[in-house]
């Protein structure tokens, strides 16, 4: 059986005829897998949805309970057949919940990574490399200038802030699902034992990780403190509020904004960050090519991002590999990050 046969790209996203189901389908579908929470890959409107219970939890806290007609979750290592066709999920590392999906019929075996990165987060599972004959990939940071370096590093950073401006609010932009809450994991594993302040749109999905074991230690609501409780506190929001009227109400605010692309100087710039903290959910440069190599996957196929650069490593180092060209899936981080929530 070739490849394409058991998982083929379509309009609506990879297609798996023979299982009869969608992996993160762009549009709704009978029967749709998702590999994680984030609103490119994980969308209302779905006959069925197969995911892990944490991205169930996370699809119907974004979308209310009928997000889908119905649900089924599966646990990471579970195999089940679909119409002859053998699923298992294995932990992406991306945030919680996210898994890898492989596909498996006939002795072949496809794994649809989602997104993923291999660097440690306490706020997940780890991710786990798959063995398999066709790997696809994102690759959101597909470049080789593209390399994240240490979040400790960049959190240490933030706390000398704060240290050397006392009468300040730092104002740190984070993505709702995974980056807020892997940051915050991050300021406390550095040592950092006060409040946090989160903008009201956090509130939801942190509760959520909180509610499922991850320490996040003292979390408060920014609108419910005065204005003297917030000089020199951290403050977390997502990153479209740096720039909205909300963040006018804090003490000469430094702004801040955790994300990947914060490795491109211009576009902290552009956005007017004062602190870019490099701290990214998707695997960088050394860490697609790694997993590249660790699945020892002779065919790739790259979605997502910057497809040429990876496409163009595989073929130098001797795999096939071909983009993908699925529409539909931007990054997350570069997107709107709107939760209808008051701030
Ligand atoms: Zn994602
Ligand atoms: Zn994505």
Redesign the pocket.
Known sequence: MRPEQLLSPTLAGLYCEAGGFHIDPTRPVDRAVITHG?S??ARPGHGRVLATQETLDLMQLRYGSGFAGSAQAARYGETLNLGGVALTFHPAGHVLGSAQVAVAREGLRIVAS??YKDAADPTCTPFEPVACDVFIT?A?FGLPVFRHGSPDGEIAKLLRSVALFGERAHLLGAYSLGKAQRVIALIRKAGYAQPIYLHGALLGITRYYQSRGIALGDLRLAREADKAELAGAIVLCPPSALNELWSRRFPDPVTAFASGWMRVRARARQRGIALPLVVSDHADWDGLTATIAATGAGEIWVT?GQEDGLVRFCELTGRKARPLALVG?G??EESADTTGEPP
Do not use: L, Q, V
Request: net charge negative; aromatic share 10%; glycine share 10%.
């Open positions: 984030h490119d890959h989602g997104d994102e959101t997502h899936y990054d997350e």
